[in-house]
């Protein structure tokens, strides 16, 4: 056989080998499917959405003091050069139990007069006195708890004798033992307050007035009254 011949014979026969790997080479194979999605991981306690924060409650009315130059901070000035003497008067309140009553600073309030008498705005009465002032402060503790006073701003309380002369007090102003006077009182407030210094008053031996300027005097030095005279007739608790 030529050889001529042979190739041709030779490449007859390849052919369908040929096709058959053109065929294989050009038909698709069938895609891998997708790889599963990942797990996802819990989300932190910190990323987790949070609930609306709701609204901060407004801030508190500032204190309406009848009083407003011898406030807290003026007395925080006084107390510096007084430390330990107010110290002394707090402990002995505290050791009472009537320290939370009415605040030291309003407590220790001389006459409303002492820029012009030239005295301190803040004055403590002598240690033989506290045991009063521990008596007033139980009284007005009382006055709260049975809803007579809701509220008390003490504006004026001890006085020494030069400085009770020099604002004009009684000579036996009940101010040089420890008594209080408090900012002016709502018409009904001075209603229950006279009501119960008629019902009760005798009991705490306790004395009430009323100045022209609508303060109010409470003390424990006597059951008695008096008004604008000075006199017991001109009490507005006798005129209810």
Aim: glycine fraction near 6%.
């Amino acid at each position: 056989m030529s050889s001529a011949v042979w190739l041709r014979s030779r490449g007859l026969r390849a052919l369908p080998v040929l096709f058959a790997s053109v065929l294989v080479a050009c038909t698709p194979r069938p895609s891998a499917p997708p790889p599963p999605p990942a797990p996802t991981a819990p989300t932190a306690p910190s990323e987790r959405a949070l609930p609306p924060v709701p609204p901060s409650a407004p801030p508190p009315t500032p204190e309406k003091l009848s009083d407003i130059e011898r406030d807290a901070v003026l007395f925080t000035q006084w107390r510096a050069g007084h430390a330990a003497d107010v110290e002394a008067f707090e402990s002995f309140l505290t050791y009472e139990k009537v320290a939370d009553v009415v605040p030291t600073y309003q407590l220790l309030r001389s006459a409303s007069m002492w820029k012009e008498c030239k005295a301190e705005p803040f004055e403590i009465p002598p240690s033989a006195m506290w045991p009063m002032v521990r008596d007033v402060l139980l009284l007005v503790r009382e006055l709260r708890d049975q809803d007579v006073l809701s509220s008390v701003e003490v504006v004026s309380a001890y006085r020494d004798p030069r400085l009770n002369r020099c604002a004009g007090g009684a000579p036996g102003s009940s101010h040089q033992q420890f008594a209080i006077d408090i900012a002016p009182l709502d018409a009904e407030t001075g209603r229950r307050l006279c009501a119960f210094w008629r019902q009760q008053g005798k009991g705490w031996n306790m004395g009430v007035s009323r100045y022209p300027t609508g303060r109010i005097h409470i003390d424990r030095t006597g059951y008695r009254t008096w008004g604008a005279s000075h006199k017991r007739g001109s009490s507005y608790c006798l005129q209810e």
